[in-house]
């Protein structure tokens, strides 16, 4: 039970989405730099950015939740906040491989059959 504790702590969950979020950046500028190599371009038109806006605006308002409810970072907590949205505002709308990840989730999300 103990374990259990302490692997679902505010201090674990907080290291881990910090964790994951910073493979995910990484991971991301790594694939952005194929993505140049490959001199692939295109110009995104305004429904586009509007998935953009969406995506941030959820990633957001998760990060700002989970650090603002959590016990971690006391006295600090604007300071990763401020961190945590500057991360999400790079990939959002300056990461060309994760831009095209959400496209990709809204394509996928629209195009899929409900079935019954």
């Given at each position: ?17 910090h964790f994951g979020l ?12 194929r993505m140049k190599r ?21 990633l957001s308002v998760i ?54």
């Amino acid at each position: 039970m103990k374990i259990l504790q302490m692997a679902i702590s505010d201090i674990v969950m907080v290291f881990g989405l910090h964790f994951g979020l910073l493979v995910l950046v990484l991971y991301s500028i790594l694939g952005s730099h194929r993505m140049k190599r490959d001199m692939a371009s295109v110009k995104r038109g305004e429904k586009s950015w509007n998935y953009f806006y969406l995506a941030y605006g959820i990633l957001s308002v998760i990060i700002i939740q989970i650090i603002s409810l959590s016990d971690f970072g006391k006295g600090c907590k604007v300071f990763i906040v401020f961190v945590d949205l500057g991360t999400l505002l790079y990939l959002a709308f300056f990461n060309s491989w994760f831009r095209n990840k959400i496209i990709g989730f809204i394509v996928k999300s629209q195009t899929k059959e409900e079935g019954g």
